[in-house]
């Protein structure tokens, strides 16, 4: 049987936090505490809320945070341009005599190793340096606290029907989960100033 293959799953985890972050950022106290003061341990509980917090909005708030580090442009060419400057090609060395030498192309950082990005080929619709089509859609849930266990199950149902209707096709599924803060509340059409009044 064809495997189905999905991608961008769920990193390791420890209480909810990526395994990569919690250990370097727990390592870092504990040798600090060892070095300098046992105090510093005291530090761990904050740190692991924080990063928890960041963690249950989104579980690749870190991941993210690296990819933004490694794309983030070479120092003299962004203060040239005055922005974050990259290409999404790459170049070999080449001296074209108008260019200064912090302009060279083959000295800017790319885009092609972390994002593999080509063209658009329509609106909704990437092609990348693979020849892979890429598209992205949103998917909104229901509201589970007012629906019966036999609906939701059967949306879900309906959803992994269909990612399985693809399966031994060159068709490949990333599910990445987002949650946002959601606040409801009772909003009376009527001011209160005008309630008990009757015209």
Request: glycine fraction near 4%; aromatic fraction near 12%.
């Amino acid at each position: 049987m064809t495997t189905l293959n999905k991608a961008l799953t769920r990193p390791a985890a420890i209480m909810g936090i990526p395994l990569v972050p919690f250990v370097i950022v727990s390592g870092t106290l504990v040798l600090l505490s060892v070095y300098l003061s046992y105090y510093l341990a005291l530090l761990l509980i904050p740190a692991w809320m924080e990063m928890k917090a960041k963690a249950r909005t989104d579980i690749h708030y870190f991941g993210l945070l690296w990819l933004a580090f490694k794309t983030r442009g070479r120092f003299a060419t962004n203060r040239h341009y005055g922005a974050n400057a990259m290409l999404a090609n790459r170049y070999d060395a080449v001296d074209v005599s108008e260019f200064t030498h912090k302009m060279k192309l083959n000295e800017r950082i790319t885009l092609d190793k972390y994002i593999p990005y080509s063209s658009h080929i329509h609106p909704q619709v990437i092609r990348n340096r693979h020849g892979d089509l890429v598209a992205t859609w949103e998917l909104s849930g229901a509201v589970f606290e007012c629906e019966d266990e036999h609906h939701l199950t059967f949306l879900a149902t309906h959803l992994n029907n269909v990612i399985r209707s693809y399966e031994g096709l060159p068709v490949t599924f990333y599910i990445h989960r987002i949650r946002e803060q959601y606040r409801d509340a009772f909003e009376a059409v009527i001011p209160p100033k005008n309630w008990g009044t009757h015209e």
